[in-house]
């Protein structure tokens, strides 16, 4: 039997209560596929953590997670606490960490679900958002001089590295070549940025060179969210930078019905590292506790995990099982309009994946 040992973060918030939820579908899936294992192990890691602790997760963290096949997250954020010390303490310092450089969010209609799109059919809303997640704007490099005089200097310096730059092009290059389109979109702001930017067109254009069959287009970013709300079904794959695909796939995650529906992965694609799966949402504090958060995200980003481990038959499972609740004629949890609790979803897709024997 093949066994994936799994790390499952909750952290905070409706973290705790979407993760419960997902692990308990994916040991339903578990049961039924009856080929694979997960030897799951849970860490207490987050705000709560930080409180008794003054770290989000321990200093050997990185060394205890290391040895997992993948990470299931939750979500950070506590409204006690500031939010970049939450999340550079324990999200960042995992993506940065296991240089988990590639974000994955795909965008779908879910069969069911009424996103804000009046004509939007299922079908043209299907494209996968590529993020740069490990340098760009969000590298961290700048800083603050004259502190709190008049004179104050705050400097955000973003890093393209042809390295960085040359492999997120690869991975989204590759990802269109598993898909039916083998079309990717370059995001980029080379207009106006002239540095950086212009670099990452560069790079993007070499790395088409050796794609032949992989349809390719540049779209300056403020253009990109009129083509995503007004022409989704012209896209496949799009790839952006850190902050360019951090806005637009908010965006997406909204064309696609809820944020409580939008999952994605961060990953090593050179497997030297566990790479980590979790839903877009944060840990949403006006709800938590109340047992109502949408756990669909989280579900479908345990689909992207089972098959980065190679379980995709299993994963494929579990993405019928969603379709089948939100497309059935089950109420669904109140960010979509309905009236269902976390484990009532829970249970209706336990059930659906118990159907198909
Ligand atoms: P949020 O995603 O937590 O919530 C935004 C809105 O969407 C809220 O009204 C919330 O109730 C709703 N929502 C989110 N997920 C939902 C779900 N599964 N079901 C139903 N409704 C859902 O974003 P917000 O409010 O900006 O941030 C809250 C905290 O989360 C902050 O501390 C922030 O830093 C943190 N955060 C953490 C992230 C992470 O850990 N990856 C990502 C985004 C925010
Ligand atoms: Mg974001």
Redesign the pocket.
Known sequence: MRQHSIAAIPADG?GKE?IAAGLQVLAELERRCGDFRLAVTEFPWGSDFYRQTGRMMPADGLDTLRGFDAIYFG????PGLP?DL??WGL?LAICQGFDQYANVRPVRLLPGIAGPLRNARPEDVDFVIVRENSEGEYSGNGGRTHRGQPEEVATETSIFTRTGVRRIMEFAFRLAMTRTRRQVSVVTKSNAQRHGMVLWDEIAAEVAAAFPEVAVDKVLVDAMTTRMVLKPESLDVVVATNLHADILSDLGAALAGS??IAPTANIDPSRRYPSMF??I???????AGKGI??PL?TFWTGAMMLEHLGEAPAAARLMRAIEQVTGGNFPL?P?LGGTSTTQEITAAVCSAIRREA
Not at 75 to 78: E, T
Not at 281 to 287: K, L, N
């Open positions: 409706i979407v979500a950070v954020g506590d939010d939450t999340l999200r944020l409580g979790e839903p949402h944060g840990s949403a504090f006006d709800i958060a949408n995200a949890t960010d």
